[in-house]
């Protein structure tokens, strides 16, 4: 077991750690502004490989099915989970949401799918782009309510799932598949060549992002909620994912793919709906930072027990 936990240490975390390093470091040495990359993330790389990858997919109905159903049902019993730990704890109502976000949404694009790429092959990452289509609509509709539910607005939030490329190049993708075509090959290529740039890109934004969570918020106020978000989503998420997956009776790679993606750290996307809505944005983007490092060791002993 030590043997096959050092060996995932080194074959998968290692070179996603030079990325997020390279990015770490020309974030506080060189003040990389991540806002151009984002853009660049958002509007170009995210969607090339979500139509590079549902294109070709190896995926049937029934996985769709599943990871639909596990994406739901996992969603809403984390929500339930945080919601009574906080009325537990009586957190303040900035707090709870805080917590919330922490328990229900992890960094699955810009972390998970280079993981499972390095981790499962391509068939794990043809696995993966339906879970992370759905996160996409879920944190821009679910992640809305959960953040504020008081300013939650259904027509503002379908408007944002559907100012998202990825969604369009999902359709595309799926549109292609169902009418038996094929991108010209020449086109092709060149969206395959955009969706190589999709890994070592977003680590190095997740680096950058890590390094300037970390200096903005130093407030040591949130104690117990903080230890608790970590002992949630470090913890607690991935039993309840692994209950949840032997309920749907989902088995193999499928399995594996969905435990690893629903165990990641805390999205880094939840602090913006924190410090937009007041959601307690120092417990979320502390919860950011040592999920994220703590994931560098937890992640491949999780690999190596569902066998990556």
Not at 50 to 75: G, P, Q
Not at 147 to 173: D, E, N, T
Not at 213 to 234: I, K, P, Y
Not at 262 to 279: K, Q, T
């Amino acid at each position: 077991m030590i043997q096959t936990v050092l060996s995932t240490l080194v074959e998968v975390i290692v070179p996603l750690s030079i990325p997020v390093a390279a990015g770490a470091l020309l974030g506080r040495y060189k003040n990389l502004d991540t806002k151009p990359l984002l853009t660049l993330y958002l509007y170009f790389l995210s969607p090339a490989i979500i139509l590079d990858t549902l294109a070709t997919a190896e995926i049937s109905f029934d996985d769709v099915y599943k990871t639909l159903a596990f994406s739901l049902l996992n969603l809403f019993l984390l929500w339930g989970l945080a919601t009574l730990i906080g009325k537990i704890l009586k957190l303040a109502p900035p707090e709870a949401a805080g917590l919330t976000l922490i328990s229900t949404f992890t960094n699955s694009v810009n972390y998970g799918l280079p993981l499972v790429l390095l981790a499962f092959g391509q068939l794990g990452l043809d696995k993966a782009s339906v879970y992370v289509i759905a996160q996409m609509v879920i944190v821009n509709t679910i992640g809305v309510y959960f953040a504020a539910r008081s300013q939650f607005s259904v027509r503002s939030a379908v408007k944002s799932v559907f100012s998202l490329p990825a969604i369009y190049a999902a359709i595309l993708a799926l549109l292609l598949r169902a009418l038996g075509l094929h991108m010209p090959h020449e086109l092709a290529s060149g969206v395959s060549m955009a969706a190589g740039a999709y890994s070592p890109v977003v680590l190095a934004i997740l680096g950058a992002q890590m390094v300037k969570v970390r200096a903005a918020h130093t407030e040591r106020n949130v104690q117990l909620a903080f230890w608790t978000g970590l002992t949630v989503r470090l913890l607690l998420a991935p039993l309840l994912a692994a209950l949840v997956l032997l309920a749907l009776n989902i088995t193999g790679t499928l399995f594996s793919v969905l435990l690893i993606l629903a165990s990641m750290p805390v999205a880094v996307n939840s602090v913006v709906l924190a410090e937009r809505f007041g959601s307690s944005p120092s417990l979320v983007s502390r919860c950011i930072v040592w999920t994220t490092l703590a994931s560098f060791l937890a992640l491949p002993v999780l690999i190596a027990m569902v066998g990556g």
